[in-house]
């Protein structure tokens, strides 16, 4: 059903009271290792909303490779196009986990290696799939190649925020960036404040699809194809403690909407729904919630 092509990291987070000077050394008050990525994040999320999911995606042959396989296969997931590959190392997030927000470095690792000609090894699997999810943190091949085999729905999540090229982003249907990966797409020079601003900069894309545009907890704004008025969808006040993964459990949910037959405002009200169960609870992968996390789960 879903196909999700995108990153798997070994998420290291340590919990700090600041971050650190260049140079300086300051202990951490906690530490969690858990599998992780935008692209293992959005495949666990779909399937705790009880898609079947397959995940592209290459880890290292390394002792995090294979706890992450061994964990996306306990999820549910099919894990038949994710290598361990003997040559590189398993990507790997470092978090500077300091309330509200994170400070990241990432090692791309084997996930450098999912491109163009790895995800055309993959060709069955996304080219029959109903939706297929993408992140920027495999090289840009893979969008190419995705843009170029997939039949079904295709959905780009562009972040990290990356200026994906014209030719390759508007072979999607459907972009979701934050407000941030809005203007890096769009090549502003300064991020819109006001909901008013994100409509204009997301029309001044000229995507041929649709955009929904994520605010936090301002919810979102969905700018659908074809010049339509656009459509604000609030976010659900909940008591927020953890955003971590919020914007990676919205795309997981807004496919998971599509594909429950929802329009993409509907789908965007569900997503908004589930994005607001992950902000209660802390960590990515552990925040991901299933249907009965959310309350009516049944009713869009
Ligand atoms: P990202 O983490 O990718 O920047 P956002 O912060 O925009 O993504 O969050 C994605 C979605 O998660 C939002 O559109 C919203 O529906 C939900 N969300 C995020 N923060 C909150 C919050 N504090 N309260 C309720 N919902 C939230």
Known sequence: EIVVVGSLNMDIRLTV????????????????????????????????????????????????????????????????????????????AVILWEQPESTIVIEAGANARVDEAYVREHADTVRYARIVLCQCETPLGALAAVVDLAQGVKILNPAPAVAVPREIRDGFNILVPNRFELATLANANTVPRTLEGVVALAKSLEFPGSVVVTLGEDGSVVIPNGGRDAVHVPAIPVNAIDTTAAGDSFCAALADGLLRG????????????????TTTKHGAIESLPYPTDIPNPTLL
């Open 17 to 92: 009271d600041r971050i650190p000077h260049s140079g300086e050394t300051i202990s951490a008050t906690g530490l969690k290792r858990s599998p992780g990525g935008k692209g293992g994040n959005q495949a666990v999320a779909a399937a705790r909303l009880g898609r079947r999911v397959a995940m592209v995606g290459a880890v290292g042959d390394d002792d995090a490779g294979r706890e992450i396989a061994d964990r996306l296969g306990a999820e549910g997931l099919t894990t038949r196009a994710v290598a361990q590959l003997t040559d590189v190392p398993t990507g790997t």
């Open 262 to 277: 929802e329009d993409l405002v509907g789908a965007a009200r569900w997503a908004a729904r589930v994005a607001a169960v």
